[in-house]
């Protein structure tokens, strides 16, 4: 079965400081990979989905920037992070296939002050 | 794009069945509908998924309609710990493969 891990689970960052969150997925190959973003008390907000290797999708436009080096690997940057970065961030995947169920990390909290 | 409109709250007393609804007025004929529901600082948890048919597992039920423009979620015996935001989410595009959460359902089961 599909494992995801993120890490760091928590993070607190400055602001003007920059970001790497991590998330790496085993038991599929070539997945669809996503990152959203929740703010406190809203809904999931998707940022970027990757459909393959270095193939990034943003969905809203921000400081925040995803890379995919890796089948497996997806990555969250920010060069210079604001206090509005501040969020619970979820990586997800969707194996291949018409219908396959897309699976959740545990999920990062990053504060930002 | 589909969209999902669905009530912001719902009570339900434990060891009823909880009925969760949800709007999907312009879902395309192979887009599915999934729900997902995301208890306090989790990651969201799959609960089901469904086309035309209606679904069951063990978690809940999936009730389609006809026409499929709305769906209902069924917990059949609602607990304390089914206590959390629901999602009902259609998928957008086979060739974007975009989720798009709506704000959800927060259900409170009460003793």
């Known amino acids: 079965s599909q494992t995801i891990h993120q890490w760091p689970a928590t993070l607190v960052q400055p602001v003007g400081s920059p970001l790497s969150l991590e998330c790496t997925v085993e038991?599929?190959?070539?997945?669809?990979l996503y990152w959203y973003r929740q703010a406190a008390g809203r809904g999931l907000q998707l940022l970027f989905y990757s459909v393959g290797i270095g193939q990034i999708s943003s969905e809203v436009p921000q400081n925040l920037s995803a890379s995919r080096p890796q089948d497996r690997q997806f990555i969250l940057s920010s060069k210079k992070l604001l206090l509005s970065d501040s969020g619970f961030y979820l990586c997800?995947?969707?194996?291949?296939?018409?219908?396959?169920?897309?699976?959740f990390g545990e999920g990062s909290w990053l504060t930002v002050v | 794009d589909a969209k999902t409109t669905q009530p912001p709250s719902m009570d339900c007393a434990e060891g009823r069945a909880a009925n969760l609804p949800c709007n999907h007025s312009t879902i395309s004929g192979n887009e599915y509908v999934y729900w997902y529901r995301q208890i306090h600082s989790q990651g969201p948890q799959y609960i089901i998924h469904?086309?035309?048919n209606n679904e069951t597992n063990e978690m809940a039920s999936l009730i389609i309609t006809e026409d499929r423009k709305s769906s209902t979620l069924i917990l059949p015996h609602a607990t304390l710990r089914d206590t959390a935001v629901y999602y009902c989410?259609?998928?957008?595009?086979?060739?974007?493969?975009?989720?798009?959460f709506g704000t959800g359902t927060r259900l409170q089961v009460f003793p």
């Open positions: 469904g086309l035309k």
């Open positions: 989410i259609v998928r957008v595009s086979y060739n974007t493969d975009k989720l798009i």
């Open positions: 038991g599929t190959s070539n997945p669809n």
């Open positions: 997800a995947l969707r194996p291949m296939g018409p219908e396959n169920t897309i699976y």
